[in-house]
């Protein structure tokens, strides 16, 4: 390679070394079809290995050098399709927290939720538990097994829409349930909206998650010496859990529920409850707004924690192509497959951070 009065003009620091450009010792390469081979060569090879922006970028101005070689080399990095697939992000993981809303008055928004698999107890091998978002009132249902939609419609009525009525949304996993036409339809005709979380990702259900945990540990705490006398706690620690008072609300779920704490027997007989009803109307609405004020000061103070180990993702829309994790998908490849599959285009942007995508029927 020559080096030409215009290139010793634009270029002064570059030696001609029997026909190659050189500056300190690296090879000068020029404008063209060539440097992406030797960012290629320097990254795509087994020899080179796929490595990063910071080594790639070191084995290449070890030997090469041109202007603004950096910003090419990222540029080709960061745009790898294998390594897009192969490698796992570092970095605090993208998306902030979208947090559901606070809803206005008890039973209006619930979640719902299965603890299965449990040691067989007077027939029982699993809780249903609800649980409103709202008072954080729950109940505990013991079940034979997880039961099909029309059974679980008529558990729904026994213990829930006769006590509570109809909720508005009902929150709940993909469980085959909460997803089937027998369970929408029911709904339907009741009014009530069903949000189901999306595919892997249990924190849409945060709440009945958080019951489920406080309940196992409950059980844990009597049931040592008789893991199959839980189904006789159950009453119990449905009791304890609603006579507690929740973090959030700082009132316990029987109280936003009823206006009055029960008595429990571990605490002194006192009747302090009015018994003129407007002054027991006002005093609830009263109460309800205090609950949920302070529920989404906690609502709040939970997503500033949260977006501390976050960062916001990319803005995305219909048509664009994401990478699918390959997580919850058995491939024969093992610890070797792929991380990512795809690309594969947006179909639905469901939220800021869910989205529909069109896959292939093999997946």
């Keep these: 390679m020559l080096l030409s009065a215009g290139n010793r003009t634009i270029l002064p620091h570059l030696q001609d070394q029997d026909g190659v450009l050189v500056r300190r010792g690296q090879v000068y390469v020029p404008v063209g079809t060539l440097r992406l081979e030797v960012i290629r060569a320097h990254h795509d090879e087994p020899m080179a290995g796929h ?13 090469y050098w041109w202007p603004k070689m950096r910003q090419d080399i990222l540029r080709f990095c960061d745009s790898c399709a294998v390594c897009q697939q192969s490698k796992t992000p570092v970095g605090r993981p993208r998306g902030l927290l979208s947090s559901l809303p606070v809803p206005e008055r008890p039973w209006q928004i619930i979640s719902m939720d299965f603890i299965s698999d449990l040691p067989k107890s007077g027939g029982y091998t699993c809780i249903w538990v609800v649980v409103d978002l709202f008072s954080k009132l729950a109940h505990f249902i013991p079940c034979s097994t997880i039961p099909a939609a029309p059974t679980l419609a008529l558990l729904f009525t026994k213990h829930i829409y006769r006590l509570h009525g109809a909720p508005e949304v009902i929150i709940s996993d993909r469980a085959p349930q909460f997803v089937s036409r027998f369970w929408k339809h029911f709904h339907e005709c009741l009014g009530t909206k069903l949000n189901v979380s999306s595919a892997f990702h249990p924190q849409t259900d ?32 449905e009791f ?10 700082q009132h316990t779920p029987f109280e936003l529920t009823y206006g009055f704490h029960p008595r429990g027997g571990v605490a002194p007989s006192t009747n302090v409850v009015s018994s003129d009803p407007v002054y027991r109307s006002t005093e609830m609405a009263a109460l309800h707004d205090v609950a949920r004020r302070l529920l989404l000061e906690a609502k709040a103070t939970q997503k500033t924690q949260a977006d501390r180990h976050r960062q916001a993702g990319e803005e995305l829309e219909e048509g664009d192509l994401v990478w699918l994790s390959s997580k919850h998908i058995k491939q024969a490849g093992g610890k070797f497959a792929p991380r990512y599959l795809g690309p594969f285009p947006i179909v639905k942007k469901i939220s800021s951070v869910a989205f529909r995508l069109r896959l292939p029927s093999s997946l």
């Design 206 to 237: 945060g709440q009945s998650e958080r019951v489920n945990g406080l309940l196992e540990q409950y059980l844990r705490c009597f049931c040592l010496d008789q893991p199959t006398a839980w189904v006789k706690w159950l009453p119990v620690a």
């Design 240 to 249: 304890a859990y609603n006579n507690a008072v929740h973090t959030s609300s």
């Design 51 to 63: 490595f990063g922006r910071f080594k790639t970028v070191q084995l290449i101005t070890r030997s």
